[in-house]
């Protein structure tokens, strides 16, 4: 039937069919495959980092504190802070009288997933890496509260200054004196004292009540400084800069109870158990697959059908629908619950808008009334469905042991329009069209839209929405370019302060350009104030005139957060609000039902 | 045919550097900072400016010479947002799994658009006909998304019988391929439609007839190869943007392909991802559709025989 042309034909279609399929079937197969892990956990949002020193995403930090273990741990079962590779607090580890001297003994079985015992001088180098300019991101400021860090960083920049300006045919001798120098000063000024091979030192600038819970952050996490320092380089500027790929898998040890086996990107972590981990004989689940899925429906099939064991987050579409089903037949493996964050609008504080128009807004009555004319109970159980917690505080209550909590403005509509006839505008009369700026994503929209028309039905109001992409929504807040904006802060660390720091005039934070010298002296008289139970009574104080006199902000709800694992087949699964569970306390069971 | 395309393989460099410089200038105009990241803490000026200066990104004159003789390097930069990972390392992670999907995608639209146009060409007005015709004109309406999210659920959770989500084995690449290849398959099977139903008519078919050949030789022989060469021209951009991925069809299947990086890096305001994603796209656009010319030489003869005389 067919001729000898039409077998060349056939031949060259195949010549174009074959290596296709070869080559996508090669393609497909180039990443070899890993055995099956014992847990499977997926996430949201995809590793930034797993730098220590530039960690400042939760997704991170969650990642972070399973491969290294700090001086103090956060405690995922009760709050509150536990020892990590040091001794237990009592004892040698201990702060004394005035509670600015802090001596932390490291544990003898504490070592690296080498073998290598941990140092008091592996810590050294890791704080000291994350306080250097060029390596210091987000939290460095941390550091900035013991003695010499200062002083070292003020004469670091101002020699980099210098550096800049030293002719090029010389600088690089200049950075070598340079370096030189700074090591013998920071070894000499900066009171992070490694007093032998175990004991370490640090000497506060001034007694910090929280700094067991800040020791918890990921920028106070030890290094391999052995392996780490090969990827340094003390750049001619001054300034320091690491080669980022010492954070890949086989490049580094790692403290905690888990190492970094594999990393594959926007695909996922394998974690395998630590055998030198100090605590190993506890830890019962070999290894982890660290997954990342980016859509939440996706996740949530993933979970159903059983390639995922525990969703971290879940931000789905139908997830209120999830999590409302209570009763006997409800869906006991998604689990709703309080996180250590709050949802709120900045209101803008600047006497005058950047246009140079004068800021209705920086009268705190208008102020007072937009709060209380907005139905958050309402925003709650409508739109968001989650169980949000209505909020009218900045803290979440509840989430800090011993704080008080206290009351903000609730929703009084009637209230609020009296207060705002008070501030000269009566019904709304004679105020400009208020502009309220949110980012697009995530349903921002829509609870603006309620809020418009809250402001609107109870005040009068004429609100404008102004929805962003998040970029810009960003760049328009930092330059206060903005009357009301959505925003939100997770706490850092278990402190009141944590939260209330953000509205210090000086804050790089402080979005709603919200200058408060009565507030600033309130909350620094508070912070030092003597007593555990009289210093947060003091800091209570100063976020109740926060919510209910100078109301920079309006609150809206805390968060909750959202699992999905099967309380029968995983246990020791955390639900506290700080987001941050342990794989070393989970424990799988036969697989349940 | 060596001259032109030599004449086209010169024009690529001057190609690339005009969508460089095209993408380079949008990259920089558009608001948001690049080292301000959502969620993240407010950066301190001096480190962002210890960071502007490890990028060679102090301004934007030094920015692009910099970054442009680093792409000349092979050196395709920093992501901003991923500290751990270059460029490079990212393409390299994304391109590989995009490829498999677009090269299987566009075997399944080459493959069956060709062969259901063939069948609608020679069935023309036929129920054979519409059946083809609606499911092109279903392939190109129906969104991505939807293909995407009916094939997840459809073999994921009605029918169990693939997992969702993963990336381990070969039979992962069936639907995101699948999923993919339906507007090529559409566009393909009515472009041969088309193509051969001309071709059938035209005098050197009747000839082939007269001669007896049989039915199924004059259709392989004359009329399909001639019907193909539209698809040909098409395939080079088709395969282009089948093997840079697509956002949605990643997202859905949880593939770790390169398209979710060209919406994420836009979004996150990675400006060096942004480039090196753009220049790696157009450099595939530009490679396949000089392919294609090849190609056209392997399958009309007439083409290689102009070239030489």
């Given at each position: 039937m067919w001729g000898i042309s039409d077998r060349r034909s056939l031949s060259r279609a195949a010549a174009i069919v074959m290596p296709l399929a070869a080559g996508a079937y090669g393609l497909s197969r180039l990443t070899p495959r890993l055995p099956a892990a014992d847990l499977r956990v997926a996430d949201a949002v995809s590793i930034a980092t797993l730098d220590p020193a530039q960690i400042s995403w939760l997704q991170d930090i969650r990642l972070a504190i399973q491969l290294y273990e700090g001086l103090c741990v956060d405690d995922p079962s009760g709050g509150g802070v536990m020892a990590g590779c040091a001794d237990p607090v009592t004892g040698a580890s201990q702060a004394n009288e005035s509670a600015t001297t802090y001596r932390f003994r490291i544990r003898d079985q504490a070592r690296w997933s080498n073998g290598d015992p941990v140092e008091a001088d592996d810590f050294v180098f890791a704080w000291r890496r994350a306080l250097e300019p060029g390596t210091a991101r987000d939290y460095a400021y941390f550091f900035e509260k013991i003695v010499g860090v200062a002083d070292y960083l003020a004469w670091r920049k101002a020699e980099i200054s210098r550096l800049a300006e030293v002719p090029p045919e010389d600088r690089a001798t200049a950075a070598a004196r340079h370096w030189s120098e700074a090591d013998e000063r920071f070894r000499r000024d900066?009171?992070?004292?490694?007093?032998?091979?175990?004991?370490?030192?640090?000497?506060?600038?001034?007694?910090?009540?929280?700094?067991?819970?800040?020791?918890?952050?990921?920028?106070?996490?030890?290094?391999?400084?052995?392996?780490?320092?090969?990827?340094?380089?003390?750049?001619?500027?001054?300034?320091?800069?690491?080669?980022?790929?010492?954070?890949?898998?086989?490049?580094?040890?790692?403290?905690?109870?888990?190492?970094?086996?594999?990393?594959?990107?926007?695909?996922?972590?394998?974690?395998?158990?630590?055998?030198?981990?100090?605590?190993?004989?506890?830890?019962?689940?070999?290894?982890?697959?660290?997954?990342?899925?980016?859509?939440?429906?996706?996740?949530?099939?993933?979970?159903?059908?059983?390639?995922?064991?525990?969703?971290?987050?879940?931000?789905?579409?139908?997830?209120?629908?999830?999590?409302?089903?209570?009763?006997?037949?409800?869906?006991?493996?998604?689990?709703?619950?309080?996180?250590?964050?709050?949802?709120?609008?900045?209101?803008?504080?600047?006497?005058?808008?950047?246009?140079?128009?004068?800021?209705?807004?920086?009268?705190?009555?208008?102020?007072?009334?937009?709060?209380?004319?907005?139905?958050?109970?309402?925003?709650?159980?409508?739109?968001?469905?989650?169980?949000?917690?209505?909020?009218?505080?900045?803290?979440?209550?509840?989430?800090?042991?011993?704080?008080?909590?206290?009351?903000?403005?609730?929703?009084?509509?009637?209230?609020?329009?009296?207060?705002?006839?008070?501030?000269?505008?009566?019904?709304?009369?004679?105020?400009?069209?208020?502009?309220?700026?949110?980012?697009?994503?995530?349903?921002?929209?829509?609870?603006?839209?309620?809020?418009?028309?809250?402001?609107?039905?109870?005040?009068?109001?004429?609100?404008?929405?102004?929805?962003?992409?998040?970029?810009?929504?960003?760049?328009?807040?930092?330059?206060?370019?903005?009357?009301?904006?959505?925003?939100?802060?997770?706490?850092?660390?278990?402190?009141?302060?944590?939260?209330?720091?953000?509205?210090?005039?000086?804050?790089?934070?402080?979005?709603?350009?919200?200058?408060?010298?009565?507030?600033?002296?309130?909350?620094?008289?508070?912070?030092?104030?003597?007593?555990?139970?009289?210093?947060?009574?003091?800091?209570?104080?100063?976020?109740?005139?926060?919510?209910?006199?100078?109301?920079?902000?309006?609150?809206?709800?805390?968060?909750?957060?959202?699992?999905?694992?099967?309380?029968?087949?995983?246990?020791?699964?955390?639900?506290?609000?700080?987001?941050?569970?342990?794989?070393?306390?989970?424990?799988?069971?036969?697989?349940?039902? | 045919m060596l001259n032109r395309i030599t004449r086209r393989a010169l024009q690529v460099p001057i190609v690339l550097l005009a969508i460089y410089t095209v993408t380079f200038v949008m990259v920089v105009s558009v608001p948001g900072n690049p080292f301000q990241r959502e969620g993240s803490r407010a950066l301190p000026p001096m480190l962002e400016q210890a960071l502007r200066q490890r990028y060679g990104m102090e301004n934007n004159w030094t920015f692009y010479w910099r970054y442009l003789g680093r792409v000349l390097q092979g050196d395709l930069g920093e992501s901003l947002q991923y500290d751990n990972w270059s460029c490079s390392e990212i393409i390299a992670a994304g391109l590989p799994v995009s490829a498999a999907i677009g090269l299987a995608a566009i075997l399944i639209a080459l493959v069956f658009g060709t062969l259901l146009g063939a069948i609608a060409a020679l069935h023309r007005g036929r129920l054979v006909d519409l059946v083809a015709t609606s499911i092109a004109v279903l392939g190109v309406s129906t969104p991505a998304f939807v293909i995407a999210a009916v094939l997840l659920i459809g073999f994921s959770v009605t029918v169990p019988v693939l997992s969702a989500g993963t990336w381990d084995s070969p039979l992962d690449l069936l639907r995101p391929a699948v999923a993919l290849a339906l507007a090529p398959l559409a566009y393909i099977l009515r472009l041969t439609r088309q193509s051969m139903a001309e071709v059938l008519v035209s005098d050197f078919i009747r000839t082939a007839r007269a001669k007896g050949l049989s039915q199924a030789a004059v259709i392989w022989r004359h009329a399909l190869r001639n019907g193909l060469l539209p698809t040909l021209s098409y395939l080079g951009p088709a395969a282009a943007a089948a093997m840079t991925g697509s956002f949605i069809v990643e997202r859905v299947f949880n593939v770790p392909g390169l398209g979710t990086h060209f919406v994420n890096s836009v979004l996150n305001r990675d400006q060096m991802l942004i480039l090196a994603t753009v220049l790696v796209y157009s450099t595939m656009l530009v490679v396949f559709n000089l392919l294609v010319d090849l190609a056209y030489g392997l399958i009309d003869p007439r083409i290689q025989s102009k070239g030489a005389a």
């Open positions: 900066v009171r992070i004292v490694a007093e032998d091979a175990r004991m370490l030192r640090i000497e506060l600038t001034r007694p910090v009540a929280y700094f067991r819970e800040l020791l918890t952050g990921p920028v106070f996490l030890p290094l391999h400084r052995h392996t780490v320092r090969d990827y340094e380089r003390r750049d001619a500027s001054g300034l320091l800069f690491y080669d980022s790929r010492w954070c890949k898998p086989g490049r580094t040890h790692y403290n905690g109870a888990y190492l970094l086996a594999d990393w594959r990107f926007k695909r996922g972590l394998r974690l395998n158990k630590n055998p030198h981990y100090h605590g190993a004989a506890g830890v019962q689940i070999g290894s982890i697959d660290w997954i990342e899925v980016a859509d939440a429906n996706t996740a949530w099939i993933m979970y159903e059908t059983g390639s995922i064991d525990w969703l971290l987050s879940l931000e789905a579409g139908f997830t209120p629908e999830l999590v409302g089903r209570e009763g006997p037949s409800l869906r006991h493996d998604v689990r709703a619950f309080p996180a250590f964050g709050t949802y709120f609008y900045n209101i803008n504080c600047a006497p005058r808008m950047p246009d140079g128009s004068p800021n209705p807004l920086a009268d705190r009555r208008v102020r007072q009334a937009i709060t209380m004319a907005i139905d958050r109970a309402a925003i709650c159980a409508e739109i968001t469905r989650r169980g949000e917690p209505p909020a009218t505080t900045l803290i979440p209550p509840g989430t800090i042991a011993d704080y008080p909590g206290v009351d903000g403005l609730a929703f009084d509509a009637e209230a609020a329009s009296r207060l705002l006839a008070e501030a000269g505008f009566p019904r709304g009369r004679g105020l400009p069209e208020i502009s309220l700026l949110y980012n697009n994503e995530a349903g921002h929209g829509l609870i603006a839209q309620a809020v418009a028309a809250m402001l609107k039905a109870h005040l009068g109001m004429r609100v404008r929405l102004i929805g962003k992409e998040a970029q810009s929504y960003r760049e328009d807040k930092q330059r206060h370019n903005f009357m009301i904006a959505r925003a939100s802060w997770y706490g850092d660390y278990d402190d009141p302060t944590s939260f209330l720091d953000i509205f210090r005039a000086d804050s790089g934070n402080n979005d709603s350009a919200y200058a408060d010298p009565e507030f600033d002296r309130m909350l620094n008289a508070a912070d030092l104030t003597q007593g555990h139970l009289e210093r947060l009574a003091a800091l209570a104080d100063c976020e109740r005139y926060l919510v209910r006199d100078a109301l920079p902000l309006i609150p809206l709800f805390h968060y909750t957060n959202v699992y999905a694992y099967n309380p029968r087949r995983l246990t020791g699964v955390s639900l506290s609000p700080r987001l941050l569970p342990l794989m070393r306390q989970v424990a799988l069971l036969e697989r349940g039902p | -």
